[in-house]
Structure formats: structure tokens, C-alpha cells
């Protein structure tokens, strides 16, 4: 797909060519190939006039865009958006279920059905009458969007994002085993759940893009995108769903925490890989620096790279880069010594060490350094970028990567632009995006008494 010119620009990551991307959607594999929407503006890069875009792999590595796949149907249940949702295959026809935004009420949707009508996904049918017109009665729902469909012994069921006006967040669920006749089931895990306010805080007022996956130890996992009248930060607990005599479902949460913990990913959305044996996580990456940069450039948001999701025993996130991303490696690493080296715009690094080490990345006129320090011993990974400000309000302060102590760490850096993925063995990810100033050094050096470092450039996709 073509790509702006702006050197920030992540060239390897789905995006579309210009303009607005936000959440992705409906990951979906169909026809020996891997489908990737997500919400975009075409016309401007602002939220706004919210389509559904469209790409699809043959790899996870080498994406083609497809240009739009849904847009707002005037005068109908989505004419001023269609919002976040998932696809899914209903009896060999692929589904799209989503939320559609009327101009009256943006923060109620209806849930939308679109169904494809060629092997490609690129032609679709929005139909006109929604499936679930918007929350059900007697909960004073506030928030209600980005449904997720999923099966749970042996039917399927459709999470739904939700927050209350006394400010409790919810996940509500239905059963829609027919996809055509919805029924509430029943408010599945709120904020006053004590194990969700340990994973999840008690900051946000709703619960966004739902996802639910289960992992190879036959327990369940919910993440979700936490709102406090803002895009917060993403979390997961992992727990059990059980049936209620009235029909009703509930989540039996146990553990749980931060999903990314980096300041620049948000909506989750995961695809159960049932061909792979593999769930597969992507999020949204939002721009962080000044609006009038955003719209000089003429594009806002990327999609990161897909990520393989599991437990671990106790609980606790399983995570790493999914390992087709080695296809973007260039033949020759451009570096396999601490260096110094001089680093390309967009790499993939691989660093392991059994003592404490510090691998710089950037480095700043003033002599400040991008840095990711490894301390084995403790278990911890920080991540430093204090010298490179964000217009976000959240700040620059170190991030730390807890993985358990011991004898070897082993951390993988993927940089795509300005776009920074940074993964801690297999037990912590953090996203966020740094952006290069004219007269910074990109400058490879690693520091430690026992460290390995090998590094390579990713390598143009090929043509499609």
C-alpha cells in the first residue's frame, strides 16, 4: 500500500495510505488469507465520519490495503458512523456485526449486520434494520458499543462495552446464536467485581471493545479498553464464564492486569486462530505528538504488529510478536556486536543478557538517551525515553516491565517509524511512539559485562 513520505510514518504496520485510523476490527481469516479492518476517516485525520477500512495478509507480514468495506448509510442506524465490531462466519457467509451511530445518539449505538458478498471481503451488504436497536431497558446504560462475538458451550454469545450513570463500567452479554435474533443475558462482569477494580482500577466510567479468547489451558480471558470519558489504558483478567438459571452468563474473574503497558495502545481486538492453534492480538497505536503535526502530514494512527496471546500457569499474560514478522527481517542483520551502529528507520532487535545491560537507542543533542535497561536479576525492563516529550498528558516517566528474576533476559524491540513495540521475554509488552527529531542521533549501543544483540532492518514488502 502506499505510504506518506513523513519519515515518522510506520511503513510495515497496517494503515491506511492517509487520513484517520483508529480502532482495528474484525480480524478474520477467510480464503488462505488474514483480513484486518479498522475505523477511518477517509477525508480528514480526525475522528470523524467513521468508515470501516479494509486490508488483508497472506502472512501477517505483508498487508494490502482494500480501501473501505463499510460506510455510513444515510438515513440509516449508521449514518454518522460505523463504529468498532467484529466479523465472524455465519453458517459460510462472513458477518460483519457492528456498532452504528445515528446523529442523535453517538454514545448508544444499535448493532449493525453487514454480510459480504464476494471471497475477496471487499464488496458489502449493510442491512437496514439493526439487530439490537440500542441497551436494554432497566440498567440506565450510558455507554453501549463495540460488540464481540464469541462460542461458549456450544453457542454463541456477543459481548457489548457499557458504562451506567453512576459511573460503573460494564461488559454485557447476549446470547445471538441466531446472528438475526439477539437476547440480553445479563450484565457479565462490572466495576464492582473486586477482582476486575484490582486488574482494571477504578478510574474509568465504561469498558470498551470487549474480546474474550481461550487459551490453551482451557481458561478464559477478557480484555478490554478502559474509558474515562477518554481513551485510559487496556486491561485483561482471566477467569471462567458460567451459566445462570436464568439463561443469563457471568464471568468468574481471577487474575489479572495491564494488557499493554505502554501509553500509546488502546482497543484490542484478537482473532482465535483456530487453523494456527493461536490467538492473535492487535491494538491501535494514536498519534502523540502536537495536532498541527498531525495535520500537516495528513495521517493519524497505525495498527501494531500482531501479537500471540496465552497464559501463562498462574494466570498471568503470555505474550510475543508472532513469529511471521521474521519474514520482514532483512537476509543480513545489520549488526550481531553492542555496536555502536547507526540504526535504519525501521528494525527488529533481539537482545538477550545475563547481567545487567543498557541498550541505547537514540540519542538527543543535549546527551540524554533513549534507553532500554535489562536487569536480570530483579526481573525488570525500563523503558526511558524522558528527553522525547509527548502531547499526550500522560507524561514521559520510565516505563517498568516486570518479568520474573533470573539468570537470562531476553527483550525484542520492534521499531517501525515512530511506532516502538517493546516486548519483555514472554511476559509483558509496552507500545508507544517516539518521534525522531532533526537532531537526533539513531545510534545503536549496548552496554553489559554479558549481553547478545543482533539486529536487522526490515526489508521492503514485496509487491503485491
Known sequence: MSRSTD????????????????????????GGRYHLFYQHNPDAPVHANVHWGHASSPDLAHWDDHGIALRPTPGGPDEAGCWSGCV?????????????????????????LAVAEDDGLQEWKQLPVPVVVGPPPGLDVTMFRD??????AGRRWALVGSGHADGTPSVLVYDCEDLYAWRFAGVLLDG??????RAFGTRAIGWECPQMWETAGGDLVLAVALWDGDPLSTAYLTGHLVEEGDGGLRFLAGTGGPLDLGRDFYAPSVLQDTESGRT????????????????????????????????????????????????????????????????????????????AANVSLLRAASGAELTVRLDPVSGVV??????????????????I?????????????LVDGSLLELFAGDRAMATERVYRRDDDVAELAVSGTDVEVTGWALAPPSPA
Do not use: K
Request: net charge neutral.
Open 192 to 197: 464492582r467485581d473486586a477482582a476486575a477494580a
Open 401 to 413: 516491565l516486570p518479568t520474573p528474576p533470573g539468570e537470562t533476559l531476553t527483550v525484542r524491540i
Open 147 to 152: 460488540p464481540f462475538v464469541f462460542r461458549f
Open 382 to 399: 525500563t523503558l526511558d525515553r524522558t528527553a522525547w516529550p509527548r502531547s499526550r498528558p500522560d507524561g514521559t516517566a520510565p516505563l
Open 280 to 355: 492473535l492480538l492487535w491494538g491501535w497505536s494514536w498519534e502523540s505528538r502536537p495536532r498541527e503535526d498531525v495535520d500537516r502530514v495528513g495521517w493519524s494512527g497505525v495498527l501494531t504488529a500482531p501479537r500471540v496471546v496465552d497464559t501463562h500457569e498462574d494466570g498471568t499474560l503470555r505474550v510475543a510478536p508472532a513469529a511471521e514478522l521474521e519474514l520482514l527481517r532483512a537476509a543480513v542483520p545489520f549488526t550481531s556486536a553492542p555496536g555502536p551502529h547507526p540504526l535504519p528507520l525501521s528494525y527488529d532487535l533481539l537482545v538477550t543478557a545475563r547481567s
Open 7 to 30: 519519515a515518522h510514518s510506520p511503513r510495515f504496520r497496517v494503515r491506511p495510505p492517509a487520513n484517520w485510523m483508529n480502532d482495528p476490527n474484525g480480524p478474520f481469516r477467510w
Open 88 to 112: 465472524v462466519d455465519d453458517g459460510g457467509v462472513p458477518t460483519a456485526v457492528y456498532s452504528g451511530i445515528d446523529h442523535d445518539r453517538q454514545a448508544l449505538s444499535a448493532i449493525c
